[in-house]
Structures are given as structure tokens and as C-alpha cells.
């Protein structure tokens, strides 16, 4: 079994406010657990480092404190939940984190600039916990236990790094931060051939994109156009724009669902969605209801 949950689904700042109240305002943070894994497969991996990584650390009862974290890149909607992460001030946390060096630095190296004076209080050492950060080339494979994690770059400047995971039959593939119309469109076909989800960048209207091309990101349009011509069964729009209201994210998911026509089942990302994937069934619920379930 495999449990995805979306503790952020918003791209460059976080927004608060009753316009954002059924989408969520939390910037980017997705969450994987393999609970039944083997002993040598990470139990649980955490892909980006934004703000929703604070509610995911809000939310650990019950998790053991260790994780693997694959970073897309560093920019600030994907890195500002890490200094308030309350699991990492705990001293029998055990954390692995992979990332790609980009510009001359590496993910320690970013994180290490975050947290230092003037911008922050306290210095990345104030944490217990044992932290392994691991550089990564831009594109690469690797089996831990019964998980096979690929990926490769993309399009986003100065770079992002698309994950696939695949356990035991079952395959998502997480873009990142992806500008499609301007390179790697083939590279992230390739990686999300025929995946069970496909969580894809899609922060602009197509009518916008004109005014906003090289800023790095993708319409629903072009997410759409990915996820058929990979042969993907489920596709969630993510990496929602900071000005779109829960209205106009209503009016993105039926512009990516006309297209889809029927082809490609396609869902907005929400905050706290949780969606769990067996070898037999897939079922999605909101995390607010599946807990609501079990009082
Ligand atoms: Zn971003
Ligand atoms: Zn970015």
C-alpha cells in the first residue's frame, strides 16, 4: 500500500484567506508512505520542503523519525518549511536528503544560507537530529529495497529535478516546477510513461501563459497534453498560482478536463488530500473525512 497526502499544494507564496479556504494555502509538500515495505525500503518519503512541511510535521504522531527527502530544486515555495519542521528537533531523527547542486550550491549549502543571520535566529546545528544531505546528478535510478526511484531534469531555471517512484506495480511520478512549452516535454513523457498518477505543475491559465513565459511553469493545458501522451491513469493539477481563488481553480479543473475527455481522470491538488494506492484498488479521500471516519 502506498498513502500519498498533499500537505501543499501552492506554488511561490502561501496564501491565507476564506478565497483559498477549500484548495489550501500551504506551498509545496508531498508526502509517501510505504508502511508495509521491507525492512531496507524507506518507509516514508517527502518530496519538497515548503510551508505544507510544517502541517505535515504538525501531523507526525504515529510516524517514526526517519524519512527520505527528495528536493526539485531550491527555490523559496519549495525550501521555507524546513527551519520550522518539529520532527527535526528531535534527537532520535534519522533524515536522508537528495538534491540536485545547482548555481555552485548544494542543498546543505542553501539551507545553511536560510537559516543564518540576519534572514534567521538560529543556525541549521541547533537541530538534533542526524541530517544526510546527498548530492545528486541531474538525472539518475536507484532500488532502495522494494522502491525504485527515477529521475531527470526539467525545464525551470536554473533547474528542477522530476521524480518517479515506483513500488510494487504501482508508479507516481512528481514534476516539480516544469515549463513544458519551452524543454523537457520528451523527458517527462518518458519518466511518467504510463504511471498510476502524475502530479504536474499547472500554476497558469493558458490565456496568462503568453505574459509569463520564462517564468518556469505550465498550464493545465499542457499537464493535460503530458498526461495523455505518457498513457497516465490520474493526473492532479498542483503548483497553484498564488492570486487563484478556489473559484478560479474550479474553472482551471474544467478547462483540464474538457481536454481530457474522458482519456485521463483529472483532479485540482488540495491541501491535506490523501489518496492510497494497493495493488488491487486506488480510493481517494480528503484527509479532513478519512479521519472523521475513524473517531
Ligand atoms: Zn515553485
Ligand atoms: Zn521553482
Not at 520542503?49 to 515555495?77: P, V
Not at 543556525?123 to 535510478?141: A, C, N, R, V
Not at 480528503?286 to 475513524?294: F, G, T, V
Request: glycine share 8%; hydrophobic share 35%; net charge negative.
Amino acid at each position: 500500500m502506498i498513502t500519498l497526502t498533499l500537505w501543499g499544494t501552492r506554488g511561490s507564496i502561501p496564501v491565507s484567506g476564506p478565497e483559498f479556504q477549500r484548495y489550501g494555502g500551504a506551498t509545496t509538500c508531498v508526502e509517501l508512505s510505504f508502511e508495509d515495505a521491507e525492512e531496507d525500503t524507506p518507509k516514508r518519503v517527502i518530496v519538497d520542503c515548503g510551508t505544507g512541511l510544517t502541517e505535515l510535521g504538525k501531523n507526525w504522531s504515529g510516524r517514526s523519525y526517519e524519512a527520505l527527502f527528495l528536493q526539485t530544486h531550491m527555490h523559496w515555495d519549495h525550501i521555507q518549511g524546513f527551519p520550522f519542521f518539529g520532527p527535526f528537533f528531535h534527537p532520535a531523527g534519522r533524515y536522508s536528503f537528495w538534491a540536485t547542486p545547482r548555481s555552485g550550491a548544494t542543498m546543505r549549502d542553501v539551507i545553511s544560507r536560510q537559516m543564518t543571520q540576519p534572514t534567521f535566529p538560529v543556525g541549521l546545528d541547533i537541530m538534533p537530529s542526524q541530517l544526510m544531505f546527498k548530492d545528486i546528478p541531474q538525472q539518475g535510478e536507484a532500488q532502495l529495497g522494494e522502491l525504485t526511484i527515477r529521475w531527470c531534469e526539467l525545464c525551470h531555471s536554473p533547474g528542477n529535478t522530476a521524480y518517479r517512484l515506483d513500488y510494487r506495480g504501482r508508479s507516481i511520478v512528481l514534476s516539480g516546477d516544469v515549463e513544458v512549452q519551452r524543454g523537457s516535454r520528451k523527458e517527462l513523457v518518458q519518466l511518467a510513461q504510463g504511471a498510476d498518477l502524475l502530479v504536474m505543475d499547472s500554476q497558469y491559465f493558458p490565456e496568462d501563459y503568453k505574459n509569463r513565459v520564462g517564468f518556469g511553469h505550465s498550464t493545465p493545458l499542457d499537464a493535460v497534453a503530458v498526461a495523455k501522451e505518457a498513457g497516465v491513469l490520474h493526473l492532479m493539477l498542483t503548483h497553484h498560482d498564488p492570486t487563484h481563488t478556489d473559484e478560479k481553480l474550479d474553472q482551471k479543473l474544467v478547462i483540464a478536463q474538457k481536454a481530457a475527455n474522458g482519456e485521463v481522470a483529472v483532479e485540482n491538488a488540495r491541501d491535506q488530500l490523501q489518496m492510497s494506492f494497493s495493488t488491487k484498488s486506488f480510493s481517494s479521500a480528503s484527509l479532513s473525512s478519512r479521519l472523521s471516519l475513524q473517531i
